[in-house]
Each structure stands twice: as structure tokens, then as C-alpha cells.
């Protein structure tokens, strides 16, 4: 079955950076492009990268651009992010996403089949 396990969450100062990892297994990896999801507590989860499968496109939310850098290593089954210039404000569970729903923009939550268990990201101020 499809699984995607994510990993490089933690605590880190307002500032600061982290790099996130989503390894997965059981489909085709570079069939299909890739996301990467954030849901803080009473928040709903929004959208906040994509890169194509080849990776050669790449989409952000206005939040993070400039700040994060979404890439991919499909010979890894690998998807990362990665989160410079970290804000108090970033603090959320993030998510990748996987397997996309035709007809569903790639920046909804509907737009996926399959999700990781998510890694928690604090930053402090």
C-alpha cells in the first residue's frame, strides 16, 4: 500500500531553518506531482508547496515564498522541504500529499489520495 513518512520537524527559533523529508513507498514516485500541506490547531489544512513530477514546476503559497524551497530526488522516492527564514506564525503540523485527484486543483486538500502522518514544526519567538 501507499505510505508516506515524514520526517525533520522540531523546534527552532524564530529565524531559524529546518528541513523537512517525505519518503515514499508503494507508487509509482514520479508519476505524479508531489505537496506539502500545514495545519495549525483550530486552523485548516492549507497548501503551501507543489512541484511537478519531473520537477520541473514548482507553485508556493504567498506566505512562504521566498522563504521555503520545495524540491524532489525521485531516484529516493523522496520529496523535501526545505523552511529558511522560519516565522512564529509557521508553527503547524505539516503534511505531504501524494497521488493526485483529476479535476482538483493541486492547492486544495481534496486534490490528494494519500497523506503522510504529518511532523510537527514549532518555532519560537
Known amino acids: 500500500q501507499v505510505q508516506l513518512v515524514e520526517s525533520g520537524g522540531g523546534l527552532v527559533q524564530a529565524g531559524g531553518s529546518l528541513r523537512l523529508s517525505c519518503a515514499a513507498s508503494?507508487?509509482?514516485?514520479?508519476?505524479?506531482?508531489m505537496g506539502w500541506f500545514r495545519q495549525a490547531p483550530g486552523k485548516e489544512r492549507e497548501f503551501v508547496a507543489y512541484?511537478?513530477?519531473?520537477?520541473?514546476?514548482?507553485d508556493y503559497a504567498d506566505s512562504v515564498k521566498g522563504r521555503f524551497t520545495i524540491s524532489r530526488d525521485n531516484a529516493k522516492n523522496t520529496v523535501y522541504l526545505q523552511m529558511n527564514s522560519l516565522k512564529p506564525e509557521d508553527t503547524a503540523a505539516y503534511y505531504c500529499?501524494?497521488?493526485?485527484?483529476?479535476?482538483?486543483?493541486?492547492?486544495?486538500?481534496?486534490?490528494?489520495?494519500?497523506w503522510g502522518q504529518g511532523t510537527q514544526v514549532t518555532v519560537s519567538s
Open positions: 500529499a501524494a497521488v493526485r485527484v483529476l479535476g482538483i486543483s493541486y492547492t486544495s486538500p481534496r486534490g490528494y489520495l494519500y
Open positions: 508503494g507508487l509509482t514516485f514520479n508519476n505524479d506531482g
Open positions: 512541484m511537478s513530477r519531473s520537477g520541473g514546476g514548482t
